[in-house]
């Protein structure tokens, strides 16, 4: 069983993109983890933002596998705090199956509704909006302090 986070284009702020790295790389001592990047949808200037999320959309659809839980981050999704988040992680780890664990970022329109149909879970991180590139290294870093939280490792306070 893998986590993987499925984003739309390069993190393009050198801030983010060591953050993300940092964390990337202390979540390898617990879970295997991997960040997909997926190339920007082409558009036009007659691509609306309809067509882009539909595009967007088709290219997660094709990587992702039926017995794949797919979570979408995503404003309409449930909120939790830190720890609710690390027993959300720890359940669907334990019914995994065959399957992995696939979080998905959309680009700056969201998802389409083919995505929303596909999707297993949504979950929010905050009723504020951040950036699909930002949201990346705080996903990160939520997902380690979900793994220190599991293990009772002292990185995470109340």
């Not at 995505?115 to 950036?131: G, I």
């Amino acid at each position: 069983m893998k986590i993987s986070l499925y984003i739309i284009g390069k993190t393009t702020a050198a801030y983010l993109r060591e953050g993300i790295e940092i964390y990337c790389k202390r979540l390898g001592h617990y879970v295997p983890f991997e960040i997909r990047q997926f190339p920007d949808a082409k558009v036009t200037k007659g691509t609306t933002e309809s067509m882009q999320k539909v595009k967007e959309g088709e290219m997660f659809l094709e990587q992702i596998r039926t017995s794949d839980y797919v979570v979408l981050l995503d404003e309409r999704g449930k909120e939790m705090t830190s720890r609710d988040f690390a027993s959300y992680i720890d359940k669907r780890m334990a019914s995994a199956g065959a399957g992995n664990i696939i979080f998905v970022i959309g680009g700056p329109y969201g998802f389409s509704e083919a995505m929303y149909a596909r999707a297993d879970s949504k979950v929010s991180f905050s009723q504020m909006t951040f950036s699909h590139e930002m949201i990346r290294l705080l996903f990160v870093e939520q997902l380690y302090r979900a793994m220190t939280i599991l293990r009772g490792e002292p990185y995470h306070h109340d």
